[in-house]
């Protein structure tokens, strides 16, 4: 959704836009930063618990009660790991599985996640901004000046397809930016805590 309405403004807004290479500059910029911290989360490992102790774990469930031990992953758990179901593994201070990235948030990707939060919402802000800003100004003047184009910068389809993806794009983003907004939200409130969403 992200890079279709990224396409859908390089192939049918921009081109109608005089001086928008500043626009496209700071959206590319943040769309590749995002992509980056994005690929970062999803690759690194999120702090998978690994049972590095000598002892073996029938020992350890004598000492230590049912609800310190996962008994799948054979670990001792810290007071803040989890044990993922769809991960199958035990996270070290986990925070949740997120289905964007198909993996565990957890001690060691948590700061890209949180910078790829606050990234994908700079990036929805500032593309809702864009799109408001030129649909004003685009349905306040009658004479709309009219760049180069792809298509024949003379037919009414290019206006048709520049204010449908415009519209378009407008309200993509607007969908987006709330649950990323509440996200975000939450993410910030449990980061400052210390505490994860769990």
Request: net charge positive; charged share 15%; with cysteine.
């Amino acid at each position: 959704m992200i890079l279709g309405t990224y396409l859908s403004l390089v192939l049918f807004v921009f081109p109608f836009i005089p001086n928008y290479r500043g626009w496209f500059g700071l959206l590319t910029l943040i769309l590749l930063t995002k992509f980056i911290m994005m690929m970062l989360t999803m690759f690194r490992d999120p702090g998978k618990m690994k049972n590095n102790s000598k002892i073996p774990f029938l020992e350890l469930v004598k000492k230590f009660g049912p609800h310190q031990l996962c008994p799948t992953c054979e670990v001792l758990k810290t007071s803040d790991s989890n044990h993922c179901f769809d991960c199958d593994q035990c996270v070290e201070r986990a925070d949740h599985h997120c289905f964007y990235i198909n993996g565990c948030v957890g001690l060691r990707n948590h700061g890209f996640y949180f910078a790829w939060l606050n990234l994908l919402f700079l990036y929805q802000s500032l593309l809702t901004i864009f799109c408001v800003s030129h649909m004003h100004i685009h349905f306040k003047k009658s004479n709309f000046v009219r760049g180069k184009s792809l298509i024949s910068a003379d037919s009414d389809v290019n206006i048709s397809l520049y204010t449908l993806a415009l519209i378009t794009t407008c309200l993509l983003s607007l969908l987006h930016l709330l649950p990323v907004g509440m996200q975000l939200r939450v993410a910030c409130c449990n980061f400052s805590m210390g505490k994860t969403l769990r």
